[in-house]
């Protein structure tokens, strides 16, 4: 059963930074578009940024670009979100997910994590 697995969130000040995790037990990992999504209390799930298998392409939601990164490591077959300059409306449960097309659209990503808690102080 594919495990998808976020880390590394928590309680932060504003402008402050915070690198989330996502290990992925999708095989070939490389072969998989990930993706970071985000939902605050009471919202809809948004994208946020996301890769392509190979790495070579990234795309950022316009309200994050300029202060998150999105990367990842196919040998450890983990993903990474560096935020930075954070604010208090990046509160929310950030959600890593995998899919075979490298897409802003939740839908195509098949594989879920559970979501790992960011929260911003002001």
């Known amino acids: 059963q594919v495990q998808v697995v976020e880390s590394g969130g928590g309680l932060v000040q504003a402008g402050g930074s915070l690198k989330l995790s996502c290990a992925a037990s999708?095989?070939?990992?490389?072969?998989?578009?990930m993706g970071w999504f985000r939902q605050a209390p009471g919202k809809e799930r948004d994208f946020v940024a996301a890769?392509?298998?190979?790495?070579?392409?990234?795309y950022n939601a316009e309200s994050v670009k300029g202060r998150f990164t999105i990367s990842r490591d196919n040998a450890k077959g983990t993903v990474y979100l560096q935020m930075n300059s954070l604010k208090p409306e990046d509160t929310a449960v950030y959600y890593c997910?995998?899919?075979?097309?490298?897409?802003?659209?939740?839908?195509?990503?098949?594989?879920w994590g559970q979501g790992t808690q960011v929260t911003v102080s002001s």
């Open positions: 999708v095989r070939p990992f490389s072969m998989y578009a």
């Open positions: 890769i392509s298998g190979s790495g070579g392409s990234t």
């Open positions: 997910a995998a899919g075979p097309s490298f897409t802003t659209n939740y839908a195509p990503y098949h594989h």
